[in-house]
């Protein structure tokens, strides 16, 4: 699609142009595309006010992963809710703060499109003004499933129509892909529109940077405990290369930094709570998170096989996740698999 000025195009331009293009696009799926990002534009308005707001610190309750709920988490979740009602798009949603899936009110027309979201990943660090995001992905609801039902939101991340996030940080940024490559668009809020500021996104096969929490080490398994040792030893190592490491604490700004220059990024399994695979969610966090990555060249592994390969069994199932620069995906998934083969 050629811009028609020097000025970037505006979502609304790319999302028709590329309805044009790709018949797997729906009016629909714009629709719903055009929606979020004019919820999460109303979200980057509620995080930007921070003190002023009234809306930092607890909302004096808790969600379905037994985690308090900050103000923000609710308000972003309602944010969502309502844009998306009225639009006829949608059949249900499914969120990180709702135990169940939530019906489309029924003074509205439904469609045949399966919103899931995080509202506010990373909010735990709203109140010390670090960047937070929205995570979104989109399915089809399936013909003969009450889309309002668990079962018909689990499908494997493969069946994703869409993903996409947006970064609340010192400028907002949304990502998004359709299945057709990673495009970036950066809030003008002077005019209050996203503009196409980064076309064509591409993860570096391979990255000297990794993400993790550092403070879980001696909770991790031993092909982790192997692999980051091997990071750590840098040139003097096996790797024969030094490595960085970064570590925001927030999904959405630690994928959109691999996305911008490279990296890898993981949240693997740990002993702390065994009954756990990871602390990840793998509707709403993983699989938007790997559809975009792998668009975009890079690899989402679990530490054994594909994140989009896996068969949802609940709606908040927890995952291990080794996401980013391909190669150094696959060399770390192999501490894993090489330590499965010599079992
Ligand atoms: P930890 C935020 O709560 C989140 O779900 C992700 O955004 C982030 O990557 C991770 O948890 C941070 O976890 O254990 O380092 O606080």
């Given at each position: 699609m050629a811009a028609t000025s020097s000025k970037p195009i505006t979502l609304t331009q790319f999302l028709i142009e590329e309805q044009r293009a790709h018949e797997d696009f729906s009016a629909?799926?714009?629709?719903?595309?055009?929606?979020?990002?004019r919820a999460c534009k109303m979200i980057a308005i509620q995080v930007s006010r921070g003190a002023l707001g009234g809306v930092l610190g607890e909302a004096g309750t808790g969600n379905i992963q037994g985690e308090a709920q900050k103000k923000l988490d609710v308000i972003s979740n309602e944010i969502l809710l309502q844009?998306?009602?009225w639009g006829g798009h949608l059949a249900?949603?499914?969120?990180?703060?709702?135990a169940d899936p939530q019906p489309i009110p029924d003074v509205y027309p439904k469609g045949d499109l399966l919103l899931l979201f995080d509202?506010?990943?990373?909010?735990?660090?709203?109140?010390?003004?670090?960047?937070?995001g929205t995570i979104f992905s989109v399915l089809r609801a399936p013909k003969g499933v009450d889309p309002t039902s668990a079962e018909a939101f689990l499908q494997?991340?493969?069946?994703?129509?869409?993903?996409g996030y947006c970064v609340y940080g010192p400028n907002c940024t949304l990502v998004l892909t359709i299945g057709h490559g990673v495009y970036g668009f950066t809030l003008d809020r002077e005019i209050g529109s996203f503009l196409l500021t980064q076309r064509d996104m591409t993860v570096p096969a391979d990255t000297r940077e990794f993400a993790i929490n550092m403070s879980n080490q001696r909770h991790w398994d031993a092909p982790m405990q192997r692999y980051v040792a091997d990071l750590l030893a840098g040139a003097d190592g096996p790797r024969g290369k030094d490595f960085n490491m970064r570590w925001v604490a927030s999904m959405?700004?630690?994928?959109?930094?691999?996305?911008?220059r490279g990296g890898i990024f993981i949240y693997p399994w740990d002993r702390k709570d065994p009954s756990k695979p990871g602390k990840l969610r793998l509707m709403y966090e993983a699989n938007p998170m790997a559809m975009i990555v792998e668009q975009a060249g890079g690899a989402a592994t679990d530490g054994r096989g594909r994140i989009m390969d896996i068969q949802p069994g609940s709606l908040h199932q927890r995952v291990p996740v080794f996401l980013g620069s391909k190669n150094e995906v696959e060399a770390a998934t192999g501490y894993h698999l090489e330590h499965d083969a010599a079992a």
């Open positions: 629909e799926q714009r629709l719903l595309i055009e929606v979020v990002a844009a998306n009602a249900a949603c499914a969120s990180e703060e709702m509202p506010l990943d990373g909010s735990s660090n709203i109140d010390v003004n670090v960047s937070v494997p991340g493969a069946m994703q129509l869409a993903a959405v700004a630690d994928v959109h930094r691999i996305l911008t």
